[in-house]
Protein backbone atom coordinates (compact mmCIF):
# COMPACT_ATOMS: atom_id res chain seq x y z
CA UNK A 1 0.00 0.00 0.00
CA UNK A 2 1.44 3.33 -0.91
CA UNK A 3 0.33 7.32 -0.56
CA UNK A 4 -0.36 7.56 -4.35
CA UNK A 5 -2.51 4.48 -4.59
CA UNK A 6 -4.76 6.72 -1.44
CA UNK A 7 -4.55 9.47 -3.43
CA UNK A 8 -6.20 7.13 -6.21
CA UNK A 9 -9.03 5.83 -4.75
CA UNK A 10 -9.95 8.77 -3.34
CA UNK A 11 -9.76 10.65 -6.38
CA UNK A 12 -12.14 8.29 -8.43
CA UNK A 13 -14.45 8.55 -5.29
CA UNK A 14 -15.06 12.20 -6.15
CA UNK A 15 -15.13 11.68 -9.72
CA UNK A 16 -16.82 8.42 -9.81
CA UNK A 17 -15.10 8.36 -13.30
CA UNK A 18 -11.37 6.41 -13.64
CA UNK A 19 -11.05 8.82 -16.70
CA UNK A 20 -11.67 12.08 -14.82
CA UNK A 21 -10.04 10.94 -11.56
CA UNK A 22 -6.67 10.14 -14.01
CA UNK A 23 -6.88 13.77 -15.68
CA UNK A 24 -6.80 15.32 -11.97
CA UNK A 25 -4.34 12.95 -10.50
CA UNK A 26 -1.97 13.52 -13.77
CA UNK A 27 -1.66 10.10 -14.88
CA UNK A 28 -2.74 7.56 -17.71
CA UNK A 29 -6.06 5.85 -16.85
CA UNK A 30 -4.12 2.50 -17.17
CA UNK A 31 -1.49 3.31 -14.21
CA UNK A 32 -4.69 4.50 -11.97
CA UNK A 33 -6.70 1.48 -12.72
CA UNK A 34 -3.77 -0.83 -12.21
CA UNK A 35 -2.95 0.55 -9.00
CA UNK A 36 -6.09 0.40 -7.50
CA UNK A 37 -6.72 -2.77 -8.59
CA UNK A 38 -3.44 -3.73 -6.93
CA UNK A 39 -4.32 -1.98 -3.60
CA UNK A 40 -7.86 -4.01 -3.80
CA UNK A 41 -5.86 -7.22 -4.21
CA UNK A 42 -4.03 -6.53 -1.03
CA UNK A 43 -6.62 -5.90 1.15
CA UNK A 44 -8.97 -8.24 -0.39
CA UNK A 45 -11.93 -6.10 -0.64
CA UNK A 46 -13.57 -4.49 -3.74
CA UNK A 47 -13.34 -0.86 -3.35
CA UNK A 48 -14.87 0.24 -6.16
CA UNK A 49 -18.38 -1.10 -8.33
CA UNK A 50 -17.20 -1.04 -11.72
CA UNK A 51 -19.97 -0.73 -14.72
CA UNK A 52 -22.28 1.67 -16.56
CA UNK A 53 -21.43 5.29 -16.95
CA UNK A 54 -20.55 6.09 -13.62
CA UNK A 55 -18.33 4.26 -10.61
CA UNK A 56 -20.09 3.03 -7.30
CA UNK A 57 -18.30 3.01 -3.93
CA UNK A 58 -19.24 -0.08 -1.84
CA UNK A 59 -20.15 0.63 1.97
CA UNK A 60 -16.36 -0.91 2.70
CA UNK A 61 -15.05 0.90 0.00
CA UNK A 62 -16.43 4.41 1.26
CA UNK A 63 -14.90 3.43 4.94
CA UNK A 64 -11.79 2.78 3.41
CA UNK A 65 -11.76 6.08 1.47
CA UNK A 66 -12.66 8.35 4.55
CA UNK A 67 -9.22 6.46 6.21
CA UNK A 68 -7.85 7.44 3.35
CA UNK A 69 -8.05 10.99 3.12
CA UNK A 70 -6.97 10.73 7.03
CA UNK A 71 -3.90 8.88 6.37
CA UNK A 72 -2.81 11.32 3.94
CA UNK A 73 -3.83 14.59 5.81
CA UNK A 74 -1.90 12.53 8.61
CA UNK A 75 1.20 12.14 6.26
CA UNK A 76 1.37 15.77 5.16
CA UNK A 77 1.64 16.99 9.03
CA UNK A 78 4.41 14.50 9.76
CA UNK A 79 6.59 16.41 6.96
CA UNK A 80 5.44 19.54 7.69
CA UNK A 81 6.23 19.50 10.95
CA UNK A 82 9.49 17.69 10.18
CA UNK A 83 10.30 20.48 7.97
CA UNK A 84 9.38 23.40 9.69
CA UNK A 85 11.02 22.04 13.33
CA UNK A 86 10.35 24.96 15.88
CA UNK A 87 9.48 27.84 13.88
CA UNK A 88 6.06 27.59 11.77
CA UNK A 89 6.79 30.83 9.85
CA UNK A 90 10.15 29.72 8.37
CA UNK A 91 9.59 27.30 5.25
CA UNK A 92 7.08 27.67 2.23
CA UNK A 93 3.37 27.68 2.74
CA UNK A 94 2.00 26.15 -0.24
CA UNK A 95 -1.33 28.29 -1.32
CA UNK A 96 -4.25 27.10 -3.49
CA UNK A 97 -6.39 30.49 -5.17
CA UNK A 98 -8.87 30.26 -7.35
CA UNK A 99 -9.09 31.53 -10.80
CA UNK A 100 -11.11 34.69 -9.77
CA UNK A 101 -9.74 36.12 -6.78
CA UNK A 102 -5.68 35.36 -8.16
CA UNK A 103 -5.17 37.85 -10.70
CA UNK A 104 -6.91 40.86 -8.36
CA UNK A 105 -5.18 39.53 -5.05
CA UNK A 106 -2.16 37.75 -5.31
CA UNK A 107 -0.07 41.41 -7.22
CA UNK A 108 -0.88 43.16 -4.23
CA UNK A 109 -0.23 40.48 -1.79
CA UNK A 110 3.02 38.72 -2.46
CA UNK A 111 5.25 41.83 -2.69
CA UNK A 112 3.43 42.75 1.02
CA UNK A 113 4.30 39.46 2.52
CA UNK A 114 7.91 38.93 1.00
CA UNK A 115 8.37 42.37 3.23
CA UNK A 116 6.58 40.83 5.94
CA UNK A 117 7.28 37.57 6.33
CA UNK A 118 10.14 37.06 3.89
CA UNK A 119 11.28 33.51 5.85
CA UNK A 120 7.81 32.07 4.85
CA UNK A 121 7.66 32.19 0.30
CA UNK A 122 4.68 31.37 -0.84
CA UNK A 123 3.92 28.51 -3.43
CA UNK A 124 1.02 29.17 -5.41
CA UNK A 125 -1.26 27.07 -7.16
CA UNK A 126 -4.34 28.45 -9.47
CA UNK A 127 -7.25 26.22 -9.65
CA UNK A 128 -10.79 25.42 -9.04
CA UNK A 129 -12.73 25.69 -5.84
CA UNK A 130 -13.36 21.65 -6.43
CA UNK A 131 -9.91 20.36 -6.85
CA UNK A 132 -8.05 22.55 -4.04
CA UNK A 133 -10.08 21.22 -1.84
CA UNK A 134 -8.60 18.02 -3.66
CA UNK A 135 -5.27 19.05 -2.94
CA UNK A 136 -5.99 20.47 0.30
CA UNK A 137 -7.55 17.13 1.89
CA UNK A 138 -4.39 15.26 0.14
CA UNK A 139 -2.09 17.50 2.06
CA UNK A 140 -0.70 18.84 -1.64
CA UNK A 141 -1.34 21.69 -0.07
CA UNK A 142 -1.20 23.80 3.12
CA UNK A 143 -4.57 26.30 2.60
CA UNK A 144 -6.75 27.97 0.24
CA UNK A 145 -7.88 31.15 -0.51
CA UNK A 146 -11.64 30.49 -1.99
CA UNK A 147 -14.84 31.87 -1.91
CA UNK A 148 -17.63 30.79 0.27
CA UNK A 149 -19.90 28.52 0.27
CA UNK A 150 -18.10 25.46 -0.38
CA UNK A 151 -19.51 21.71 -0.84
CA UNK A 152 -17.76 20.14 2.63
CA UNK A 153 -17.42 20.19 5.92
CA UNK A 154 -14.38 19.29 7.78
CA UNK A 155 -12.20 22.79 7.31
CA UNK A 156 -11.24 25.11 9.32
CA UNK A 157 -12.27 28.76 7.77
CA UNK A 158 -11.25 32.50 8.22
CA UNK A 159 -13.35 35.15 7.18
CA UNK A 160 -10.88 37.68 4.76
CA UNK A 161 -13.17 39.92 2.89
CA UNK A 162 -16.87 40.59 1.41
CA UNK A 163 -16.93 41.98 -1.88
CA UNK A 164 -19.99 43.82 -4.29
CA UNK A 165 -20.74 42.56 -7.67
CA UNK A 166 -21.02 45.25 -10.22
CA UNK A 167 -22.25 45.44 -13.94
CA UNK A 168 -19.77 45.86 -16.82
CA UNK A 169 -21.43 46.70 -20.06
CA UNK A 170 -20.07 48.23 -23.40
CA UNK A 171 -19.59 51.26 -24.19
CA UNK A 172 -22.58 52.24 -26.48
CA UNK A 173 -25.05 50.10 -24.17
CA UNK A 174 -28.09 51.70 -23.13
CA UNK A 175 -27.08 51.38 -19.70
CA UNK A 176 -23.71 52.58 -19.95
CA UNK A 177 -24.94 56.32 -18.14
CA UNK A 178 -27.11 55.07 -15.37
CA UNK A 179 -26.60 55.56 -11.79
CA UNK A 180 -27.46 51.82 -10.89
CA UNK A 181 -29.42 49.22 -12.70
CA UNK A 182 -31.41 46.35 -10.89
CA UNK A 183 -30.55 42.79 -10.75
CA UNK A 184 -34.39 42.13 -12.33
CA UNK A 185 -32.85 43.90 -15.53
CA UNK A 186 -30.26 41.42 -16.33
CA UNK A 187 -33.00 38.57 -17.29
CA UNK A 188 -33.39 40.42 -20.65
CA UNK A 189 -29.44 40.91 -21.73
CA UNK A 190 -27.37 38.49 -22.84
CA UNK A 191 -24.93 37.43 -20.31
CA UNK A 192 -21.55 36.66 -20.13
CA UNK A 193 -20.66 33.51 -17.85
CA UNK A 194 -17.15 31.47 -16.38
CA UNK A 195 -17.58 28.24 -17.98
CA UNK A 196 -18.46 24.91 -15.68
CA UNK A 197 -16.31 24.77 -12.74
CA UNK A 198 -15.92 28.41 -11.75
CA UNK A 199 -17.66 29.13 -8.65
CA UNK A 200 -18.55 32.80 -9.39
CA UNK A 201 -20.56 31.48 -12.30
CA UNK A 202 -22.21 29.44 -9.94
CA UNK A 203 -23.17 32.88 -8.07
CA UNK A 204 -23.70 35.01 -10.83
CA UNK A 205 -26.86 32.74 -11.90
CA UNK A 206 -28.21 32.71 -7.91
CA UNK A 207 -28.66 36.25 -9.27
CA UNK A 208 -30.00 35.60 -12.65
CA UNK A 209 -31.23 31.80 -12.67
CA UNK A 210 -32.69 32.17 -15.64
CA UNK A 211 -29.01 31.92 -17.50
CA UNK A 212 -28.68 28.15 -16.46
CA UNK A 213 -31.25 26.92 -18.58
CA UNK A 214 -30.02 28.71 -21.86
CA UNK A 215 -26.44 28.57 -21.24
CA UNK A 216 -27.17 24.26 -20.39
CA UNK A 217 -29.77 24.26 -23.48
CA UNK A 218 -28.40 23.37 -27.20
CA UNK A 219 -29.54 27.23 -28.68
CA UNK A 220 -28.08 28.68 -25.06
CA UNK A 221 -25.51 30.90 -27.32
CA UNK A 222 -28.85 32.96 -28.35
CA UNK A 223 -29.13 33.83 -24.46
CA UNK A 224 -25.48 33.50 -22.80
CA UNK A 225 -21.76 32.96 -23.87
CA UNK A 226 -19.42 31.48 -21.87
CA UNK A 227 -15.74 32.38 -21.23
CA UNK A 228 -12.33 30.35 -19.67
CA UNK A 229 -11.42 33.64 -17.34
CA UNK A 230 -13.07 36.74 -16.37
CA UNK A 231 -10.45 38.61 -18.62
CA UNK A 232 -11.76 36.74 -21.22
CA UNK A 233 -15.09 37.97 -20.65
CA UNK A 234 -14.35 41.26 -20.16
CA UNK A 235 -12.81 41.07 -23.42
CA UNK A 236 -16.16 39.98 -24.34
CA UNK A 237 -17.83 42.48 -23.14
CA UNK A 238 -15.83 45.52 -25.23
CA UNK A 239 -16.34 43.69 -28.40
CA UNK A 240 -20.34 44.31 -27.60
CA UNK A 241 -21.12 40.57 -26.99
CA UNK A 242 -22.65 41.31 -23.84
CA UNK A 243 -22.87 42.14 -20.88
CA UNK A 244 -21.42 40.45 -17.20
CA UNK A 245 -21.13 41.13 -13.56
CA UNK A 246 -17.81 41.16 -11.68
CA UNK A 247 -16.56 41.22 -8.21
CA UNK A 248 -15.29 44.53 -7.41
CA UNK A 249 -11.61 43.64 -7.06
CA UNK A 250 -11.87 42.82 -10.86
CA UNK A 251 -12.29 46.55 -12.13
CA UNK A 252 -9.37 48.59 -13.34
CA UNK A 253 -7.84 50.68 -10.51
CA UNK A 254 -7.62 53.98 -12.44
CA UNK A 255 -10.96 55.41 -13.26
CA UNK A 256 -11.97 54.72 -17.26
CA UNK A 257 -10.95 57.14 -19.75
CA UNK A 258 -14.20 58.26 -20.99
CA UNK A 259 -13.49 56.23 -24.82
CA UNK A 260 -13.03 52.97 -22.85
CA UNK A 261 -15.20 49.71 -24.36
CA UNK A 262 -16.57 48.94 -21.35
CA UNK A 263 -18.64 50.41 -18.61
CA UNK A 264 -19.14 49.30 -14.97
CA UNK A 265 -22.69 50.57 -13.76
CA UNK A 266 -23.48 49.78 -10.03
CA UNK A 267 -26.00 47.48 -8.64
CA UNK A 268 -28.86 48.40 -6.71
CA UNK A 269 -29.82 47.00 -3.33
CA UNK A 270 -29.50 44.30 -2.42
CA UNK A 271 -26.38 44.12 -3.92
CA UNK A 272 -25.00 40.84 -4.82
CA UNK A 273 -21.64 39.71 -3.37
CA UNK A 274 -19.56 36.96 -1.87
CA UNK A 275 -17.46 36.46 0.75
CA UNK A 276 -13.76 35.36 0.60
CA UNK A 277 -11.99 32.87 3.01
CA UNK A 278 -8.96 31.19 3.82
CA UNK A 279 -9.10 27.35 4.49
CA UNK A 280 -6.95 24.98 5.74
CA UNK A 281 -7.27 20.89 7.52
CA UNK A 282 -7.98 21.03 11.28
CA UNK A 283 -4.52 18.81 12.24
CA UNK A 284 -2.83 21.62 10.07
CA UNK A 285 0.22 22.24 12.72
CA UNK A 286 1.25 25.59 11.55
CA UNK A 287 -1.46 28.00 12.66
CA UNK A 288 0.93 31.31 13.35
CA UNK A 289 1.78 30.79 9.37
CA UNK A 290 -2.11 30.78 8.47
CA UNK A 291 -2.14 34.07 11.11
CA UNK A 292 0.96 35.76 9.25
CA UNK A 293 -1.18 35.38 5.66
CA UNK A 294 -4.32 36.64 6.96
CA UNK A 295 -2.50 39.63 8.10
CA UNK A 296 -1.33 40.24 4.70
CA UNK A 297 -4.24 40.22 3.16
CA UNK A 298 -5.91 42.50 5.58
CA UNK A 299 -3.36 44.97 4.84
CA UNK A 300 -4.11 44.82 1.19
CA UNK A 301 -5.96 47.58 -0.75
CA UNK A 302 -8.22 46.03 -2.76
CA UNK A 303 -10.66 47.92 -4.50
CA UNK A 304 -14.45 48.27 -3.19
CA UNK A 305 -13.97 45.21 -0.57
CA UNK A 306 -14.69 45.04 2.37
CA UNK A 307 -12.01 43.78 5.09
CA UNK A 308 -13.79 41.28 7.85
CA UNK A 309 -10.77 39.98 10.02
CA UNK A 310 -13.07 37.08 10.79
CA UNK A 311 -12.71 34.84 13.44
CA UNK A 312 -11.77 31.07 13.05
CA UNK A 313 -14.88 28.81 12.66
CA UNK A 314 -15.30 25.37 11.40
CA UNK A 315 -17.31 24.36 8.63
Given amino acids: MTLTELKYIIAVARERHFGRAAEACFVSQPTLSVAIKKLEDELGVVIFERGGNEVGVTPTGLRIVTQAQKILEESANLKEIARQGNDPLTGALRVGVIHTIGPYLLPKLIPLQLRITPQMPLILQESFTVRLL ?26 LYEEHFIAAVPRNHRWAGLPQVDTEMLKQETM ?10 DQVLEVCPEMSRFSAAADGIQRSFEGSSLETIR ?29 YVPLKEPIPNREVVLIWRRSFPRLQAIDALADCIYRCDLTGVRMLNGKIRSL
Fill in 134 to 159: ELLRQGEIDCAIVALPLPEAGLEVRS
Fill in 192 to 201: LLLGAGHCFR
Fill in 235 to 263: HMVAAGLGITLLPMTALPEKPPAADDLVH
